[in-house]
């Protein structure tokens, strides 16, 4: 979890904004907030400040939470909205889920609210981690995919120097004949002497009858 979270408070009563931060601090959450009550001072936050947690009121008399959740969705869709009110009815509670809120805390109930904030944080960071591995799985077949069709580029005669054994390639670049084949086949090469050249470092050297 990021160390120094911020976050973005839709609250229009300073006393329960007190109230919710003191609860995240005693939980032990290190965070900046910044509490808003208006549409326009929430989508100047969401643009110039992008939180890492959203916790909203349900109802406010300029504002209300259900709309503040649909922009956060389009503006900021990786923080999670959490919603901390009053009493909300099933039918407000289930529409809240189905919006795409990360839970709801009830304001009297406060003690529930760092565990449902803890928890709506590693929901992120698993998302980001499943994200990241399936870019990079897509990465490793789109290299996989690529490599016969660059292994087919290869000309069935190869230039190749008579003293050194450089192959020149496509674009007119003279390769050692291990680069070139680990560039064309993905191939590595190790290195050793053949019983034919081995008399030529070692001079003693008696080659076996088989």
């Not at 300073?14 to 032990?28: T, V």
């Not at 929901?123 to 990079?136: C, G, N, P, Q, W």
């Not at 003293?163 to 670049?173: E, L, T, W």
Request: with cysteine.
């Amino acid at each position: 979890m990021k160390e120094d979270l911020n976050i973005l408070m839709i609250e229009d009563s300073s006393a329960d904004a007190d109230l919710i931060s003191r609860e995240l601090r005693k939980g032990g959450l290190s965070f900046q907030v910044c509490r808003v009550e208006t549409r326009g001072d929430f989508l100047r936050e969401l643009r110039q400040h992008p939180p890492d947690l959203i916790i909203s009121d349900h109802g406010l008399p300029s504002f209300d939470g259900f709309t503040a959740l649909a922009l956060a969705r389009e503006k900021c869709p990786e923080a999670p909205f959490i919603f901390v009110t009053g009493a909300l009815g099933q039918e407000v509670t289930i529409n809240a889920f189905e919006s795409g809120a990360a839970d709801y805390v009830l304001k009297d109930r406060l003690a529930d609210l760092v565990p449902a904030v803890r928890r709506a944080l590693t929901d992120v960071e698993e998302r980001a981690e499943r994200k990241l591995m399936e870019a990079e799985r897509e990465r490793a077949i789109e290299e996989l995919q690529a490599a016969p069709a660059k292994v087919r580029t290869i000309p069935g005669l190869l230039p190749i120097c008579s003293s050194c054994k450089k192959i020149r390639d496509a674009k007119g670049n003279w390769q050692t004949l291990e680069a070139y084949f680990h560039e064309y086949f993905g191939a590595s090469f190790t290195h050793g002497l053949c019983p034919d050249c081995v008399p030529k470092f070692f001079p003693g050297y008696t080659r076996p009858n088989h």
